[in-house]
Structure formats: C-alpha cells, structure tokens
C-alpha cells in the first residue's frame, strides 16, 4: 500500500512540473494558434488606426506584462526605444487599464500608451500574439508586422526581425520579405476583455 501511494504522489508531482513546463516554456516554441476569424492584412495595406492620433511613422509595440514572452522581449524593446525614439514614436499597446501602470514602469512615462481592451487596435494591424511589432509609415500604409526574433529566447542578431524592418524603414528601403519565421506569430494570445475602454495616454 505505502508504495503505491509513493507512486501515486510522484506520479502526480511528475504531471505537475511537465503541466508547468509546458505552459511557462515549450508552448511558447511553437507558433500561435491563429484565430478562427484572423481579418489578413497584408503588407502595404492602408490602415486606419481611429485610437491613435497619428501625427507621423509609428512602432506600435504589442505589450502584455502577463506573458512571459512580452517580459523576456521587453528589454530589447528598450533598447529599440533608446536608440531610435527620436526618428519614429513608439506606441506600447496594453491589453488593460490595469496593465499600463505596469507598461510604463518598465518602459517609462514619456511615450504614448493605447489600452486595447477588445483588440481593435491588433485587429486592424493584423495582429493575435504579444509581443509583436507593427511599423506604419506616415501614408498609414503596413511596413513591418512580426516577431522580433525567431523564438522566445532567441538572442541572434541575425534574426532581429522588428529591429532590421525598423533599420530599414529608417533608412527608406522596401519592406523586408524574412519569411514565415518572421511573420507567424510566437508568443501568447490576445485575451478577450469585457471592458469597452480604449483610450490613448
């Protein structure tokens, strides 16, 4: 008897740290279940963002400080934002009143916030995984939508995604074309949210 409750206890401990490992680390290696009724936007689509007043080029940043993969990219998106915030705005883009508090801690009060609530925004971007990085050139035409790696904790800058289209939307070249590693989506899924707020900060 006590060693099939030994094994019933290990057993259960063994389901428990596989269950935690796949949601906290291989989930996240394998791309983001597209949604049903994903809207395509293609790249060079016109886009119309009625939430956000756009005065010029934007890097809109798709932020939700619950997924463990918008927490490990958020420190190279600093550094997007240091280096290049002076030449196009920045838009962190926050799922939740609740999460700006926390957005702008990690990525400081001076840049422009839009609470998404019901992915209005994401929607009209083409967008269904955090993080993701879209690029609207001032014509509000599509430039750049995509990971800014090939994988979670890939550091390579070879595979920088968001940060070579931004290089070369900066310098005025054509929209990069980096494939499928680029383009499908890695990382958590949009959440649906009740509350019907969308405000810019």
């Not at 005065?55 to 619950?66: E, S, V």
């Not at 990219?73 to 002076?86: E, K, Y």
Request: hydrophobic share 40%; with cysteine; net charge positive.
């Amino acid at each position: 008897m006590r060693v099939f409750i030994t094994f019933c206890i290990l057993s259960a401990c063994l389901v428990g740290i596989i269950s935690i490992f796949w949601h906290q680390e291989i989930k996240y290696t394998l791309p983001t279940p597209t949604p049903q009724h994903l809207k395509s936007v293609p790249i060079l689509s016109r886009v119309e963002l009625k939430e956000i007043d756009q005065k010029g080029p934007l890097f809109i940043h798709f932020y939700n400080p619950d997924c463990p993969c918008s927490r490990f990219n958020a420190s190279h998106v600093t550094q997007l934002i240091r280096h290049h915030g002076d030449s196009i705005q920045f838009i962190i883009v926050v799922p939740s009143l609740q999460d700006l508090a926390v957005a702008k801690r990690k990525f400081g009060e001076s840049l422009t916030y839009a609470i998404d609530p019901q992915n209005k925004i994401a929607v009209t971007c083409g967008v269904y995984s955090t993080p993701q990085a879209v690029i609207i050139t001032k014509d509000k035409s599509l430039y750049f939508r995509g990971n800014y790696n090939r994988s979670r904790y890939c550091t390579s800058q070879a595979s920088n995604y968001a940060e070579l289209a931004l290089v070369s939307f900066l310098n005025r070249q054509p929209s990069p074309a980096f494939g499928l590693e680029a383009s499908l989506a890695y990382g958590c899924e949009l959440a649906d949210q009740a509350n019907t707020l969308s405000e810019i900060f």
